[in-house]
Nanobody, 122 residues
């Protein structure tokens, strides 16, 4: 499975962005998906996950209430809507997939995209 994340960019605090993760060689109907982020000098952090049915979602505490994960199986794409962004959200965002379900551990994910950079200025 190949994953490509896009939609990052430079925004100001309070703005919104929507990230997309497109899959090839596999279907989000068969894989649960997750978003992680990594800021320079920091460990990779769980952001959000969605089950392969789309019926279950989970969020990290730092983004709960501001970010929303969703997917469009017809487009084979998973989205991360990010609202009310803060400088603390600045990081490279990665999408990943696995077959276990809604999990938060990066070690459980089998396939990763290269990531897209989000920079939030104050």
């Amino acid at each position: 499975v190949q994953l490509q994340a896009f939609g990052g960019g430079l925004v100001q605090a309070g703005d919104s962005l929507r990230l997309s993760c497109a899959a090839s060689g596999g279907s989000f109907r068969s894989y649960a998906a997750g978003w992680f982020r990594q800021a320079p000098g920091q460990e990779r952090e769980f952001v959000s996950a969605i089950s392969y049915t789309g019926s279950s979602t989970y969020y990290g505490d730092s983004v709960k209430g501001r970010f929303t994960i969703s997917k469009d199986d017809a487009k084979n794409t998973v989205y991360l809507q990010m609202n009310n962004l803060t400088p603390g959200d600045t990081a490279r965002y990665y999408c990943a997939v696995q077959t276990l379900g809604v999990v938060t551990s990066a070690a459980e994910y089998d396939y990763w995209g290269r990531g897209t950079l989000v920079t939030v200025s104050s």
